[in-house]
T-cell receptor, first 113, second 115 residues
Framework: GEDVEQSLFLSVREGDSSVINCTYTDSSSTYLYWYKQEPGAGLQLLTYIFSNMDMKQDQRLTVLLNKKDKHLSLRIADTQTGDSAIYFCAYPPCAGNNRKLIWGLGTSLAVNP | NAGVTQTPKFRVLKTGQSMTLLCAQDMNHEYMYWYRQDPGMGLRLIHYSVGEGTTAKGEVPDGYNVSRLKKQNFLLGLESAAPSQTSVYFC??????????????FGPGTRLTVL
């Protein structure tokens, strides 16, 4: 079936790198997404990666995709207190099907000064 | 553009009362969604719509009804509220497109408490 697994909590010190991991089951998806939810707010798309890519870098964010292991990771360099949020991994279960996204439970990132 | 807006932001109901949550988007998006978010449960899709006049059930539709009479609005109704419906409700919308345009845009949420 379709499933996404994420660890629920991560705590890092300010200035360190954060790595949030996600594993998924469906191999037909064309895109995989990372959404960010700040306290008391809705979700916002943070970044995404095409399924034919291994890596995508966007300023402090690096997304790594291992299709063989169905593993997705989000690395945040020089983590700041403003990065404290819940991070969700998500993907559409079928290529071109935007009728729903399969969501992970979210990883709550705490950044300590 | 205001994006996706939700009203109300907060609401407290007594068991058995009814209410309607309103979602509005000004981005001319075809798809709209209602989710609920509960601790430890992530996001669960309640109902969604693929266009004006259409609705479909998501993962957890029981106890909820929806309507999409206008393209820009998606209403979520609770006919007889139950404590199990205490949650944060999010509306989202997206374009009718493939690829990275699959991005879903979220509203700020409605925090509902049913006593």
């Amino acid at each position: 079936g379709e499933d996404v697994e994420q660890s629920l909590f991560l705590s890092v010190r300010e200035g360190d790198s954060s790595v949030i991991n996600c594993t998924y089951t469906d191999s037909s998806s064309t895109y995989l997404y990372w959404y960010k939810q700040e306290p008391g707010a809705g979700l916002q798309l943070l970044t995404y990666i095409f399924s034919n890519m291994d890596m995508k870098q966007d300023q402090r964010l690096t997304v790594l995709l291992n299709k063989k292991d169905k593993h997705l990771s989000l690395r945040i360099a020089d983590t700041q207190t403003g990065d404290s949020a819940i991070y969700f991994c998500a993907y559409p279960p079928c290529a071109g099907n935007n009728r729903k996204l399969i969501w992970g439970l979210g990883t709550s990132l705490a950044v300590n000064p | 553009n205001a994006g996706v807006t939700q009203t109300p932001k907060f609401r407290v109901l007594k068991t058995g009362q009814s209410m309607t949550l309103l979602c509005a988007q000004d981005m001319n998006h075809e798809y709209m969604y209602w989710y609920r978010q509960d601790p430890g449960m992530g996001l669960r899709l309640i109902h969604y719509s693929v266009g004006e006049g259409t609705t479909a059930k998501g993962e957890v539709p029981d106890g909820y009804n929806v309507s999409r009479l206008k393209k820009q609005n998606f209403l979520l109704g609770l006919e007889s509220a139950a404590p199990s419906q205490t949650s944060v409700y999010f509306c989202a919308s997206s374009l009718l497109a493939e690829g990275q345009d699959n991005e879903q845009f979220f509203g700020p949420g409605t925090r509902l408490t049913v006593l």
